[in-house]
Nanobody, 113 residues
């Protein structure tokens, strides 16, 4: 069974930082790209970042320079380091196995003073 479990969300002030984790199991982690997406209240799904099998990386323009994606092959975990957070980053963040329908349950990130 494929499982993706996100953690690390919470409430943070503007300008603050959070690191999200997504622990994966049930599939060959090293053979798949992993993606972070987010959904803000009342809005559609937004792609945030993808890390490829060999570590190639891409970011949405809205987070470029502030967010960093990484993966730990030994721990089967993908991370999203989020710095300089803005209120517009408030959303439920989910990880997914790229090009599949395997998703985690999501973790809430709220950026507010």
């Amino acid at each position: 069974e494929v499982l993706l479990v996100e953690s690390g969300g919470g409430l943070v002030q503007p300008g603050g930082s959070l690191r999200l984790s997504c622990a994966a199991s049930g599939f060959p982690f090293s053979l798949f790209a992993l993606t972070w997406v987010r959904q803000a209240p009342g809005k559609g799904l937004e792609w945030v970042s993808t890390i490829g099998r060999a570590g190639s990386i891409s970011y949405a323009d809205s987070v470029k320079g502030r967010f960093t994606i990484s993966r730990d092959y030994a721990k089967n975990t993908v991370y999203l380091q989020m710095n300089s957070l803005k209120p517009e980053d408030t959303a439920v963040y989910s990880c997914k196995v790229s090009y599949t329908n395997y998703w985690g349950q999501g973790t809430q990130v709220t950026v507010s003073s």
